[in-house]
């Protein structure tokens, strides 16, 4: 019969080509892959990423050799039109399809919950009431900053040292950090790439999100919500370094804004604006 | 003499934009009446927004008023016998008024959509010619800005219409056997409601322009100046053409249809444009809400959406994307209709799993309304929420599955013919698997956070609509034109638009996903170095599409107007109804409705287990 082995050849060339292209992916391309490994949190993202693109790629594969198949096998040429076979569908193929695409969706689901659930991939902004402040309760020392997005900048408090306000953002290698993000105006979003940290920036909310640095170096800190017009302007770099730098920094940093400090409203998780006036 | 004199006086184009300008200037004083100068903000901006406000609603009542619509609600109030003005079956001048006839109602969104597509990809081009370096290069800030939210609200508004307006109205109607659409003045109303909305939005330019982005997040849009004002505007008379497009849809369907013509028997493409049109009515309405909230926050000084007097910009992000995420699958379910009433015309087979395809579709709609807060995974609320999103999210996949296998399906073993139209539903098919495939990284929480508002879920987006909808856009362009014109488009040239056009257009977006994942966020107005090649690339690539574009537009041209030479009565051997009567049809459609036998009719039976049930020959028009 040649319907049958038209599909066995398809079928063949298929689960061969996936066989040899999968693999190669998720080994090749997944270090590649972003966020990076500068946080537990972005390198949970970039396993993420893999796996996502390792199940995406027999799908890809699928529908490509399947077309350029019935091209290459099922086209017609010339003037006169030829009527196809009268096929209105197939029971088995149709059930198995459902079967399959239902099963890869909840699996993926339930790899996603189980990676958001699991600290060191979530990365997202979660609110004032987190899903899982999992470093609090294992009992580590976490350091909280505060994020404050304003038309068009980003300025960091650290309230355990006297709620120091600082135009940069340092913090620790392998200390769990408690992001809180909030906003004077605007909705902004804070995107530290290398963390793989990005949280919105809303007027009124404290957003938490949680990070642990895991090695020394710079990262990325940009605005990636539309904000106005210096929008594209808004990033700085932050910077991550050893324990002994960031407090010699800090204190450093304690002596330069003192002067400010002073005229800074105490440190709160969010400053509402006065509704006529501008925000502080 | 008299024909002139009938042309200029009356209820027409010309009386429309008098009435307009008038109810602009009414507006406008009664608003300044109402809000003077002695509030302090007024004083010290010297604008006004309730009296621009005032002065666009009144705008467009006049407009309306002068188009003729009141006339038939007016009398009916008044008791007397309402004068309908004879329907125009031919000439060139129905096309310029309010005109009940759906084949006219049909051009006219075809234009209109067109119009609006050309202005908005040519803000396209504006985009990538400011990306093509690093650096502020072309624009201001500020005119950066208002170009990406002409570009993207305009696309938003017009691609919604994009297919419905113009195919949906023409062709629906064809299809079932139907002499008119059920409500043939809501029909014309809903296209003079997107000229007014397109007009609306130009005003923008004069008044500063608008920095918000499509999306026009609260708070900041409470911030703008003038220009916010035009964008509300468009964007709520948007949503009202949007359910009145999708109200007559719906009704025409489901009561319009000739005898026979079973929901088992309704071509697919029927099933597209009524889910679309089902979710249309319910979607679009929140989004007219949401927008007289943000007007009332502008000019009435409430605070719906301030934080700290009672608002929340949280209520404004769910209010828009309740709407929105919706409304992207408005974007895609048309885009499938087509593909699959194509795929067998090209294939000589009928449709593969008709009833998969439509509970598909069927789902989609459904499940458009449980996923909205996927867009809000990193804003901060209902964190526990994100899995059920993420869920709902991933689930809309499935029904997507199924129109891809009905696809696949309908393309096994069938004689396919490589046409235009045909090449564009391929284009499709590729795309769209790629755009549906990165929309699971979206989907996903914790992938979500590096493509989050970066240029990845930009790249995503267009794959979906303009290498979805568009496409099958133009397969339906090149398919239709002869049945709604009568002349058939240039195969050679519509051959080579194709392929500039798909590989243009991945060569543009596939390099956005890699900025997007390297860390480029959209809306910027400059960027890091290291992204100055993949920009450089994408920008190129976009000039070429756009080159690929005017072939199109060179070719229309060309065929209707210079060559003009008229098309085959059924020139792709098309079994469904449309093509069973003349091309173009007359003003009843048909002298008689033909037989309705099952849709998708192709194919000769193997061997002689199936007898042939097929009830008329397609060919000679009744």
Redesign the interface.
């Given at each position: 019969m040649r319907?049958s082995r038209?599909?066995g050849r398809f079928l063949v060339i298929w689960l061969v080509a996936s066989a040899i292209a999968t693999p190669l992916v998720a080994i090749f391309l997944t270090p590649s892959?972003?966020?990076g490994v500068e946080a537990d949190?972005a390198a949970?993202?970039r396993i993420?990423?893999g796996v996502?693109t390792a199940?995406?790629t027999p799908?890809?594969l699928l529908?490509?050799i399947?077309?350029a198949y019935?091209?290459i096998v099922?086209?017609?040429?010339g003037p006169k039109?030829?009527?196809?076979?009268?096929?209105?569908?197939?029971a088995g193929?149709?059930m198995v399809?459902?079967v399959t695409?239902?099963a890869i969706?909840m699996a993926?689901?339930g790899y996603?919950?189980w990676?958001?659930l699991e600290p060191g991939?979530?990365?997202?902004?979660?609110?004032?009431?987190?899903?899982s402040p999992v470093h609090a309760a294992r009992g580590e020392s976490v350091l909280p900053v505060q994020v404050i997005g304003q038309q068009w900048q980003f300025s960091y408090r650290y309230p355990t040292y006297g709620g120091l306000e600082t135009p940069h953002l340092v913090l620790p290698v392998g200390r769990p950090v408690e992001l809180h993000?909030t906003s004077l105006?605007?909705?902004h979003?804070f995107?530290a790439?290398g963390l793989?940290?990005?949280?919105?920036a809303?007027?009124?909310?404290?957003?938490?999100a949680y990070v642990t640095p895991s090695r020394v170096g710079t990262f990325?800190v940009?605005?990636?919500?539309?904000?106005?017009?210096?929008?594209?302007?808004m990033f700085d770099t932050g910077r991550i370094v050893d324990e002994q730098r960031f407090e010699t920094w800090i204190q450093e940093q304690r002596r330069i804004f003192a002067p400010v400090l002073q005229y800074l409203p105490p440190y709160s998780r969010t400053y509402?604006?006065?509704?006529q006036g501008r925000a502080g | 003499m008299t024909v002139l004199a009938r042309r200029l006086f009356g209820f027409n184009l010309l009386t429309a934009i008098l009435l307009a300008a008038a109810g602009f200037l009414l507006g406008h004083w009664l608003g300044d009446r109402i809000a003077g100068p002695s509030l302090d903000y007024v004083a010290s901006t010297g604008e006004n927004d309730v009296a621009l406000a005032l002065g666009y609603l009144l705008g467009v009542v006049g407009f309306l008023v002068g188009l003729g619509f009141a006339n038939y609600p007016l009398m009916r109030m008044l008791g007397r016998p309402p004068s309908l003005p004879r329907p125009e079956t031919e000439g060139i001048g129905r096309y310029f008024r309010h005109c009940p006839d759906h084949k006219v109602v049909g051009l006219q969104y075809l234009v209109g959509v067109g119009v609006l597509f050309f202005i908005a990809g040519l803000n396209a081009m504006f985009i990538r010619l400011e990306l093509f370096g690093p650096g502020q290069s072309i624009w201001t800030p500020d005119t950066y800005l208002t170009i990406v939210g002409l570009h993207g609200s305009m696309m938003m508004g017009v691609m919604t219409s994009a297919v419905l307006g113009p195919f949906a109205n023409y062709i629906v109607p064809l299809l079932i056997g139907a002499r008119r659409s059920a409500f043939p003045r809501i029909e014309s109303l809903s296209f003079w409601l997107l000229v007014a909305a397109g007009f609306t939005l130009m005003t923008t330019l004069a008044l500063g322009g608008f920095q918000t982005g499509w999306t026009g997040y609260a708070p900041l849009s409470g911030q703008g100046a003038y220009g916010i004002d035009s964008y509300v505007m468009f964007f709520a008379l948007i949503g009202l053409s949007m359910t009145l497009l999708g109200i007559n849809l719906t009704a025409t369907v489901v009561t319009m249809r000739a005898p026979r013509l079973n929901w088992g028997r309704l071509p697919i493409f029927v099933w597209g444009v009524l889910t679309t049109a089902a979710v249309m009515v319910l979607a679009a309405p929140v989004l007219i809400v949401t927008l007289v909230m943000v007007l009332l926050d502008r000019t009435a000084q409430t605070s719906f959406f301030v934080q700290g007097a009672g608002g929340s910009s949280y209520l404004f992000e769910n209010l828009f994307w309740f709407f929105g995420h919706p409304e992207v699958y408005l974007l895609a379910l048309p885009g499938m209709g087509i593909l699959l009433q194509l795929l067998p015309v090209f294939t000589r087979k009928p449709l593969w799993g008709y009833r998969l395809a439509v509970s598909g579709m069927l789902g989609i709609a459904l499940v458009s309304f449980t996923v909205w807060q996927h867009h809000l995974f990193v804003s901060g609320m209902a964190a526990d929420l994100r899995i059920f999103y993420m869920f709902s999210t991933e689930l809309i996949s499935i029904p997507t599955g199924f129109v891809f296998v009905c696809a696949l399906g309908t393309l096994w073993r069938g004689r396919i013919r490589l046409t235009v139209p045909m090449l564009f539903c391929l284009g499709w098919i590729f795309n769209f698997l790629i755009g549906g495939l990165t929309g699971i990284y979206q989907s996903d929480a914790p992938s979500d956070v590096t493509g989050h508002g970066s240029f990845f879920v930009l790249a995503h987006f267009h794959y979906t609509i303009m290498g979805g909808l568009v496409f099958t856009f133009f397969a339906a362009i090149y398919y239709w034109l002869p049945k709604m014109t009568g002349f058939a488009l240039n195969e050679r040239w519509g051959k080579v638009h194709f392929w500039l056009m798909f590989l243009a257009f991945n060569s543009t977006f596939l390099p956005l996903f890699a900025v997007g994942f390297l860390g480029m966020p959209r809306r910027v107005v400059t960027y890091p170095e290291r992204f100055e090649f993949l920009n450089q690339w994408a920008s190129i690539s976009a000039f070429v599409l756009g080159v690929s574009l005017l072939i199109f537009l060179a070719n229309l041209v060309y065929t209707l107007v210079i060559a003009r030479v008229p098309a085959e009565a059924n020139p792709w051997q098309s079994t469904s109804l449309e093509w069973q009567t003349t091309s173009p049809p007359p003003a009843h459609n048909f002298d008689r409705i033909p037989p309705i036998g099952h849709p998708h009719d192709y194919g000769r039976d193997e061997g002689t287990e199936r007898p042939a049930s097929r009830p008329a020959p397609a060919g000679e028009p009744t």
């Open positions: 319907p038209d599909f892959l972003p966020p949190d949970g993202q993420d990423n996502l199940v995406a799908t890809v529908i490509v399947f077309l019935v091209l099922f086209r017609h040429t039109i030829e009527e196809g076979p009268r096929i209105h569908g197939h193929a149709q399809w459902i695409s239902t969706v993926l689901f996603g919950t990676r958001l991939a979530a990365g997202g902004g979660q609110g004032p009431s987190p899903l993000v105006d605007v909705v979003s995107w790439y793989g940290v990005k949280a919105d809303n007027p009124g909310v404290d957003n938490v990325d940009r605005c990636a919500e539309l904000c106005g017009i210096w929008h594209g302007y509402l604006p006065d509704p | -």
